[in-house]
């Protein structure tokens, strides 16, 4: 006798398993690509298995030591990390005085902050170089920074911290407890699933970025991971297996942090559209 739990297998479930499988194998394989490209010398995109030598870490020895590539992995990290926990602080700071506090015109204000959503980054781009230039911001981390910091943060946040009980709020300010305490010790925990989203969206956009920091970096001792890997083609020959080499190197962080926080990161999305 069959129990419950025994899975029955038919002809439309084997063929949904192949698909599954098929489109497994299909997301995974430019990743095999990019590996295996990496310990190669090709000068062109085809992969000849004679050229691919798992033993030659001549491309990765050459990323690490002459091309700049530690710096550039450096100044991402301090980019990536100074991102996640302004974006995280400011936003949230912003989300709780738009969803728990009452001042006149707060909806219109909040409207008016999704507005800056609609407008696309290249049209700003200018007018905020420029500011930069003239505030002598350029090639600092506080211009690579500054435009990662946007509204949709905040949006994402005010819909989660919805599911906050005002009446938690209430009786710590009748027990005396100050508004910063309430935040950092009452808010923060509860909005953790969701503050953990915003840190991954952050992370990738900050870790991709590639036009701001060109245009916003002049000092090589400055550039970030993308821009680093955009020099390592060369003007007359492209190696392919060393650039490959060099976003091979530039895809294990994003990685590791995805894999670290995916059970939070699928919660937080799970929990911010249910909620408001």
């Not at 500011?131 to 949006?155: D, P, R, S």
Request: glycine share 4%; net charge positive; aromatic share 14%.
């Amino acid at each position: 006798m069959k129990t419950k739990s025994e899975k029955k297998w038919n002809l439309p479930s084997v063929l949904g398993l192949i698909i599954i499988c098929l489109f497994a194998v299909l997301c995974i394989f430019p990743f095999i690509y990019m590996v295996v490209m990496s310990f190669t010398k090709s000068t062109t995109l085809a992969i000849h298995l004679n050229d691919v030598d798992f033993t030659d870490f001549s491309n990765f020895t050459y990323v690490f030591t002459k091309s700049g590539f530690l710096r550039s992995l450096l100044n991402s990290l301090i980019v990536v990390a100074c991102a996640c926990f302004f974006n995280c602080l400011i936003a949230s700071m912003a989300a709780y005085g738009f969803e728990k506090k009452n001042f006149p015109g707060k909806e219109i204000v909040f409207r008016i902050y999704l507005i800056t959503l609609m407008i696309p980054g290249q049209v700003t781009m200018i007018p905020v170089f420029i500011i930069m230039n003239k505030l002598n911001l350029l090639n600092t981390y506080f211009a690579l920074i500054v435009l990662i910091i946007n509204a949709f943060g905040v949006f994402l946040i005010r819909q989660f911290m919805s599911s906050v009980p005002d009446e938690l709020l209430e009786a710590a300010k009748v027990d005396g407890c100050p508004e910063y305490r309430i935040f950092f010790r009452i808010v923060i925990p509860l909005i953790k699933p969701v503050l953990i989203s915003l840190v991954v969206f952050t992370f990738v956009t900050a870790w991709n970025d590639f036009m701001w920091p060109l245009i916003s970096t002049t000092d090589s001792n400055m550039y970030t991971l993308t821009v680093a890997l955009s020099l390592l083609k060369t003007q007359y020959q492209t190696n392919y297996g060393l650039i490959l080499a060099g976003a091979t190197v530039s895809f294990i962080f994003p990685f590791i942090l995805y894999a670290i926080l995916q059970k939070q990161f699928v919660e937080g999305i799970a929990l911010s559209g249910i909620k408001g």
